[in-house]
């Protein structure tokens, strides 16, 4: 039997989800350290990571990292943060999650073959992936 979720916690779970999205930071991160999970998923398994690097917000990102996220979770879609932030052109953010762990060819596109399909090779060279 399918327990239908608390609207409240509904709410709340959107509204951390918007955090990431904005690059709220400080927020982000206050409601981590009460206890919120640094690996929080959505609907189609993006993480608070994955949503926050999409987005360009590189503070936000090295913030989630800091406190124990997965650089490199996949979503439902098989995508990381690393392949979403090369897709997006958002270098801070590839810097960060680097930074943090992430594996350039982990993930469906991996972060490398995005970077082939956009012909960005300082990031094929920064991936080591020539």
Do not use: C
């Amino acid at each position: 039997m399918t327990e239908t979720p608390d609207p409240e916690v509904v709410e709340l779970a959107t509204k951390i989800f918007d955090l990431a999205r904005q690059g709220e930071t400080e927020a982000l991160a206050a409601y981590v350290d009460a206890g919120v999970p640094v690996n929080l998923t959505n609907d189609r398994g993006d993480s608070l990571v994955m949503l926050a690097a999409y987005h360009g917000h590189a503070d936000a990102v090295r913030a989630l990292l800091a406190r124990g996220a997965d650089a490199g979770r996949v979503n439902d879609r098989g995508q990381t943060p690393l392949a979403g932030a090369v897709f997006k052109g958002e270098n801070d953010v590839i810097k960060a999650l680097l930074d943090g762990g992430a594996d350039p060819a982990a993930g469906t596109p991996s972060a490398v073959d995005t970077a082939r399909m956009f012909g960005k090779t300082e990031l094929l060279e920064l991936f080591g992936a020539e």
